[in-house]
Each structure stands twice: as structure tokens, then as C-alpha cells.
């Protein structure tokens, strides 16, 4: 008889996107033909860029035509695209090889498929509050999992110490919920940690492109000794609206080994074993993301979500409210007023000012207290839950 994953039995519920969809539906039913102002999603409103439209439909074209017709594509990427990703880190400085970017299906099916590289009895450290795959995917991995808290008197990001001891160390900056930022020598400190304890970092990069300050690293491979110790998991979700289209990419540099095995030879040889490649069509219209006109469009479209950010971080202030993010990061974390809980704070805003945000406390138990906004709403939403946020006390 076949035996079921045990692990899959300590998984936490996750009542947070039930729970508000629950408490939204009933508002709804409540007071119909209200307008709810939407600030908890986390998925992009803005339609793709045109020069990635254009080359989807070039893309389709080809598949029409006998001369042009793509199959199976190599399974770490088509080397068109991993040489376009790997050129736009060159521009930026960081040497990136062509072979050492793998073309995934987005961030979260990599998050969970790249733990098949570290044997179970690794521990995991997430800092918290998390996105809550970390923890989940270890979970079913039955990793015994380190639980670092962050907080306000660090400003959700925590120095390496004895507390944060483990064999992979998930950072995620942007950081989704905090919105908060490691600068240089922050992220160094990580770095040198990970490289005297022979820790793994991951390094979640899906919010790097709403870095503004030069001095705030967009990758972690910018760092000295990063090779030694890093995987970086990087997303055009939010970069280029496609959450729907679905790509995303992971840098495994050649010199990160352990015990004399290269992890970059162990993912091709993962993926050469697990996939059969990305979509022919979404690579193509990938690839023109990282042309100067793709480019170019692609800010124009962030700049858009970066000025949202703006006009709730000018009503926070001006309500008096403590928040961290909303600055190289398109979410806001913000202390819910007058010492109330994140699902009061979520009730309150819904039945007094029609606003719908994500209490902190599901991304972990030190995410009480708090709650997260999203920039990635229309403006009008946005300018609107402004002005009625400006009104509350911090
Ligand atoms: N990592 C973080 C921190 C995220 O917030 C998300 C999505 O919201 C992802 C990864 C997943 O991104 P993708 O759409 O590429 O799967």
C-alpha cells in the first residue's frame, strides 16, 4: 500500500486569503453596490508592455509555420533568453554566465522544486514574517525549520547571529510582506555568514526592480563571496505583469559546491530530469523584456505602481502611522493604530472606510499588530483609500 506524506499533516491552515475573501463577500452581501477599495492584492492591474505583446503574437506566427515551428525547448532555458538575462546583469556589472541562468516557470514553482538540491536533514531559517511558501515547502520537505522574528526596533531586518544558524537561509528583500530593504552592508554581513558556517543562501529576488537607491544592491551576486554561498530566484511577475503569463529565472553561479558537488551541474541535471522546458512562446516574449525598448517599457509600468506607493506613504505620514516599505519595494508595512490587532485593524478599515488590505498577522505570529498594503491597485483606488487613510490617527 502506498504511504502518503506524513509532513503533509503539519501544515499549518492557511486561513489568511480564505478568511478576508470570506469577510469581503459577506461586507458585499451586506452593502451591495459598494465600491471596496482594494489594497491587498498582490497581483499586478497593468496590462503587458507592447514590445512583449509583440513578440508573443511574433512567437505564435512561428509555431504556424513549418520553416519557424518550435518543439521541445532545451530544459533549462532557450539559450536566446538565458543569454538575454545573463547580459542584463552584465550591464549592470555582475558577471552572470550564460549557463549559469535557468529559465523557470516563475518564482514559486522554483522556490518549492530547488530544495530538491539539499538533503533533508538541512534546516531551514525564515525570517519572519514570510512569505508563507518558505515555510510550507520545508514543511513537506519535513525540514526542521529555524523561525527568525524581525521586528520594528530593527526595522524587520535582522543581523546574522547564533539565532540564525541553519543550513539554507531564505532572504527575501524587497521583502514581501515588510516592503523592507537590505542595504549593501547588511546583505554582506549575510553573505559572510553563510560563507564561515558553509550555509546556502536563497535569495528571493521577485521585487528587485522597484529598487530606486543606488546603494541597495538588486542582487545578491553583486556581493563579494555571493558565489560561494547564494542562489538568486528572480520573477518577471511583477517586473513586467506577468503573473498570468508566468516566467521567471534562478542564477546558480558554478563555484557554489558542497562536498565536491556543483550545484549548478545537480539543477541541469534536475531539470533536465523534471522538466521539458518553458513555453516556446512565453521565452519569446520574454526575451523582449530585456530589450532597451522592453526596458524602457517595463519602467513606465513600474513607475506607475512607484507613484501609488507614494501617494499612501504621503497618508500614512500625514496620519502619523509607522510603516516600513513603499521605498524600493511595492508593499507597505504599517503598525495598526492605537494598539489594536491586524484583524481588527482589517475590520475597521472595512466596514468604516471600505478598504481592503492583508492583516500582518498571517505571515507569522510576529506580523501582529500589523498590516500590509499593496501598491499594485488602480490609482483612483488608490488615491481614494489615501485620503481616507489620511484621516485616521497613528
Ligand atoms: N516570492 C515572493 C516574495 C512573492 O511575493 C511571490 C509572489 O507574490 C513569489 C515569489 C512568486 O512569484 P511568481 O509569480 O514568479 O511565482
Known amino acids: 500500500m502506498i504511504t502518503p506524506n506524513k509532513n503533509y499533516a503539519n501544515l499549518k491552515d492557511s486561513y489568511l486569503f480564505a478568511r478576508i475573501a470570506q469577510k469581503v463577500a459577506a461586507y458585499q452581501d451586506a452593502h451591495p453596490g459598494v465600491h471596496l477599495l482594494r489594497m491587498g492584492i498582490g ?7 507592447p514590445a512583449v505583446i509583440d513578440a508573443l503574437h511574433e512567437a505564435v506566427n512561428d509555431q504556424a509555420t513549418k520553416e519557424r515551428f518550435e518543439g521541445y525547448q532545451p530544459e533549462c532555458g532557450t539559450p536566446f533568453l538565458r ?9 549592470r556589472g555582475v558577471d552572470v554566465a550564460d549557463d549559469e541562468v535557468f529559465v523557470s516557470s516563475g518564482a514559486s514553482d ?25 515555510v510550507d515547502a520545508n514543511v513537506i520537505a519535513g525540514r526542521t525549520i529555524v523561525h527568525l522574528p524581525s521586528g520594528r526596533e530593527n526595522g524587520f531586518l535582522p543581523e546574522p547571529t547564533e539565532d540564525a544558524l ?3 537561509l531564505y532572504i527575501c528583500s524587497p521583502n514581501n510582506p515588510t516592503g523592507a530593504v537590505f542595504g549593501r552592508d547588511q546583505l554582506q554581513r549575510w553573505v559572510d555568514f553563510a560563507n564561515e558556517h558553509g550555509s546556502l543562501i536563497l535569495f528571493d529576488a521577485a521585487y528587485e526592480a522597484f529598487i530606486e537607491d543606488d546603494e541597495v544592491p538588486h542582487s545578491i551576486m553583486e556581493l563579494p563571496g555571493a558565489r560561494t554561498c547564494a542562489i538568486e530566484i528572480c520573477s518577471l511577475s511583477k517586473t513586467a505583469g506577468f503573473t498570468g503569463t508566468r516566467l521567471g529565472y534562478t542564477v546558480v553561479p558554478k563555484e557554489l559546491e558542497r562536498e565536491g558537488m556543483s550545484f549548478n551541474s545537480m539543477w541541469v541535471r534536475n531539470r533536465t530530469t523534471k522538466t521539458n522546458g518553458v513555453s516556446y512562446i512565453i521565452q519569446r516574449g520574454a526575451a523582449a523584456v530585456f530589450t532597451p ?7 513606465e509600468n513600474l513607475r506607475y505602481y512607484k507613484d501609488n506607493a507614494r ?15 513603499g521605498k524600493n519595494a511595492p508593499y507597505l508595512w504599517l503598525k495598526c493604530p492605537d494598539g489594536v490587532d491586524s484583524w481588527e485593524f482589517f475590520d475597521y478599515l472595512l466596514q468604516q472606510k471600505q478598504i481592503v488590505g492583508t492583516p500582518g498577522s498571517g ?12 501598491t499594485f491597485g488602480s490609482r483612483e483606488d488608490t488615491k481614494e483609500a489615501a485620503s481616507r487613510l489620511a484621516q485616521l490617527r497613528g
Open 166 to 168: 541553519a543550513d539554507l
Open 293 to 299: 525598448e522592453g526596458q524602457r517599457q517595463i519602467q
Open 311 to 325: 501617494i499612501l506613504m504621503e497618508a500614512l505620514d500625514a496620519a502619523g502611522i509607522w510603516y516600513c516599505g
Open 110 to 134: 522554483e522556490l518549492g522544486d530547488i530544495l530538491d538540491l539539499f538533503d533533508r536533514s538541512s534546516s531551514a531559517l525564515v525570517i519572519e514574517p514570510a512569505y508563507p511558501a518558505y
Open 43 to 49: 497581483d499586478v492591474s497593468l496590462p503587458l508592455c
Open 83 to 91: 543569454h538575454a538575462i545573463a547580459a542584463h546583469y552584465r550591464a
Open 363 to 374: 505571515f507569522g505570529s510576529c506580523g501582529e499588530g500589523y498590516f500590509r498594503f499593496s
